[in-house]
Structure formats: C-alpha cells, structure tokens
Nanobody, 117 residues
Framework: VQLVESGGGLVQPGGSLRLSCAAS????????MSWYRQTPGTERELVAAISSRGSSTKYAESVKGRFTVSRDNAKNTVYLQMNSLKPEDTAVYYC???????????WGQGTQVTVSS
C-alpha cells in the first residue's frame, strides 16, 4: 500500500487549498477513502470521507460547508478542496482507505497545511 499526499502549503485565513492523495497497492475503487488531520500532541481526526463510487460523502462538523471531498477512480486519487480556511485548520493532512476507521495501519508522509496571516 502506498498513499502519497500533496498540495499543502501556507495560506492566509479565508484562502483555499486543494489536497491530493495518490493511492496504490490496493483496489482503490472498492473502498471508501478518508481524509484525516493531526496536530502535535493530538489524536488524528477524521475530516472527510467519500464512498467507493463517490455517491456519498461525510464531513466533520468543523469543516462542513467549507471542505469538499472528491475522487477520480481512473487516477486512483482522492482530493480535498478546502475553502474559507481558518487558523484552526492548520495540521498535517493524511488520507487512508476505509470509513469510519482507517483500513490500513500504514500512513503516508502527509501534507502540511498552515493557515496564518
């Protein structure tokens, strides 16, 4: 299994970022895919999830209306569009297969999102 997150960076409050997660080593199109985030000293938090065909999505209350999860099964890639970013969205963002719990113990390197003026 390989999960490679990208697209993070430094953005001002109110700005936007689009994260990508390229997956390999499993049948991507058969599984829910989820986005998580983690800050130092805290548990990893489930942010968003999307069903195998993209027909169903789930969001944490803290990001509802601001984040949108999508996927491209032809590219084995899941995306997280983040709008109206807030400083409290600052974290390392990870993806994994499965919902509501991660399918794999393996985690990629994540991508750092920093929201600051």
């Amino acid at each position: 299994v390989q999960l490679v997150e990208s697209g993070g960076g430094l953005v001002q409050p109110g700005g936007s970022l689009r994260l990508s997660c390229a997956a390999s080593g499993f049948t991507f199109s058969s599984y829910y895919m989820s986005w998580y985030r983690q800050t130092p000293g805290t548990e990893r938090e489930l942010v968003a999830a999307i069903s195998s065909r993209g027909s169903s999505t789930k969001y944490a209350e803290s990001v509802k209306g601001r984040f949108t999860v999508s996927r491209d099964n032809a590219k084995n890639t899941v995306y997280l569009q983040m709008n109206s970013l807030k400083p409290e969205d600052t974290a390392v963002y990870y993806c994994n297969a499965g919902w509501p719990t991660p399918l794999y113990d393996y985690w990629g390197q994540g991508t750092q999102v920093t929201v600051s003026s």
